[in-house]
Structure formats: C-alpha cells, structure tokens
C-alpha cells in the first residue's frame, strides 16, 4: 500500500472568518505568546526544517526576535537543531493532543470505534474539518502489518477522503464556493479528483445519498467510506471506516459498511444530547 503523508498545520483556513488584526484593540493581548505561535506554526509538512532566516521570513519576525523563540523552543524541547537547521519535536504534539483527547466528542465516540472496528476488522476514526483538512479527534486503527499509522492530531486534505468530502458537502453554499476557489487539488493518486467542477457534482452527491466514498483518491490502496455526525442537526463531524483494497476489491460491501457506520453515529448522537 501506498505511504500516507499526514499534512501539517501551515496550510491557511479558507473558510474560516478573517482574525482580527494583532493585538485585537486590547490591552490583555500577550504579543509574545502569538510571536511564538508564529514561530510554531512556520513549520509543516512541507516545511519541516528551516533555517533561522526561513523561520523569521515565514513568521514575520526579526533574525533576533526568531532566535530569541527558537531558543526558547529548544530549552523546553519542542525543537531541535542540527548545524543551522531546526526542526519541531513530536513534543509540540502535548500542545494540542490534551485538547484533542478531552473533546467530549472524542470521548463519546472512541468506544462505539472500537466496537466498529472489532465487528468489521477494519480502521474507524472520527474527523472534524479544519481550514482545508481534516483533523483526526478519535481513532481505533486494526493492527495488521500493513496498516497505515494514523494517530489523532493528524490532518489530510479534506478533497481527498471520505470524512472530508462528507463535511465539505454539508458546508453552507458560500463557504463550499470558498473552498473550491482557494484550495488546490492536486493529485495525490492517478484517481483523485482535481478539478473543481468534478469535486463540486461529487459533494452534491454525497450530500444527496448521505454517505461518501473515496475509492484510492487519497493513497493507492485505501478505500473509505464515511457518514456525516451531528449534533442538534447541524453536522459536526464525520465518522469512517478505512480498508485496502485487494485487485479493487475489498471483503466488505458499501451497503454494508453504510449501515454499521450508521449504527454507530446513531449511537454517538444519541449520547451527544444527554450532555447538552
């Protein structure tokens, strides 16, 4: 099966409500807090080393004020250096994972994934969309010897995969159209689809029957199909199930998967209302 390469988390939100300018008009904003955030987020998949002239360039920062964080980083052990390079440390993870891990949607759904998944021998997880992507909140991953290792905090590029294509479906028209107008598709397999106006007529489809199916659109290899999740009728999160494909089959139908996936986002439904 073909190797699955997780985003990081540089790419720029589409969708998402323009921030306020820094320092927002208030006198409790913490300027070196978000200086340091910058410095954080400089680093992604596609930028995983940099220089000190590339961390400052790309955070907005002085070569000093850039030094004076990544040192900081290094102290604390959320980066590391090697001759003029600095990476970010698997460390950075506890920034998020604590957050990530509490959500109570999270917490409901992890085991109503592991029933899913020990009843279909195949992955389950749980996404929400963010920006472009999607990001992984709950995960209960089959342990065969090739399985792809998809840990919770990992983020793919939501054109491409089932949850993504079920929560991109159900984003309201405006947004939708913002999506298509700034994000790229590019061809992460000879099957994705990278045209806009083929994404579009897929999305309306899947929002028509209720499910999606990424057929090897993200990685050669890996099918899944996903339903969205809500919570008081508005759609929150999609629910999936991932498998490989063998000479393009797999041991499980799509009517089959449709209807355990749908059993258990019933499930965590029905348990996110009891809280609210």
């Known amino acids: 099966m073909t190797s699955v390469t997780a985003r990081g988390d540089g790419a720029t939100p589409p969708a998402l409500p323009t921030p306020p300018a820094k320092g927002g008009g208030s006198g409790e904003f913490v300027q070196s807090l978000a200086r340091g955030l910058d410095v954080i987020t400089a680093f ?3 930028h995983r080393e940099l220089t000190l002239s590339e961390v400052a360039k790309r955070a907005g920062l002085t070569r000093a004020t850039a030094r004076r964080f990544l040192h900081t980083l290094l102290t604390l052990g959320y980066a590391r250096q090697h ?3 600095f990476a970010l440390t698997p460390r950075v993870m506890r920034l998020g ?3 990530l891990s509490g959500l109570p949607l999270a917490d409901i759904a992890q085991p109503h994934l592991k029933g899913l998944s020990t009843h279909l021998g195949e992955s389950t997880s749980v996404s929400v969309l963010d920006g472009p ?5 709950a995960r209960v991953q089959t342990h065969r010897i090739m399985a792809t290792a998809i840990p919770v905090g990992t983020r793919f590029p939501a ?3 089932s949850m993504g294509r079920v929560l991109l479906a159900h984003l309201p028209p405006p947004q939708l159209d913002s999506y298509l107008a700034t994000t790229p598709l590019e061809p992460l397999t000879r099957h994705t689809l990278t045209d806009p106006q ?3 007529a897929e999305l309306t489809r899947v929002r028509a029957q209720g499910y999606a199916v990424a057929d ?3 990685a050669l290899g890996l099918r899944s199909v996903a339903l969205p999740l809500r919570d008081e009728g508005e759609v929150v999160a999609a629910i999936n199930c991932s498998m490989p494909v063998h000479d393009g089959r797999t041991p499980h ?3 089959t998967l449709v209807e355990a996936l749908g059993g258990a986002a019933a499930l965590i439904e029905e348990e996110l209302a009891m809280i609210r």
């Open 253 to 255: 139908s799509p009517q």
């Open 198 to 200: 083929d994404l579009r």
């Open 97 to 99: 994972y604590a957050f």
């Open 133 to 137: 992507d999607i990001l992984y909140i």
């Open 44 to 46: 992604d998949a596609e």
């Open 216 to 218: 090897q659109q993200l």
């Open 159 to 161: 054109y491409a995969t």
């Open 83 to 85: 001759d003029q390079r």
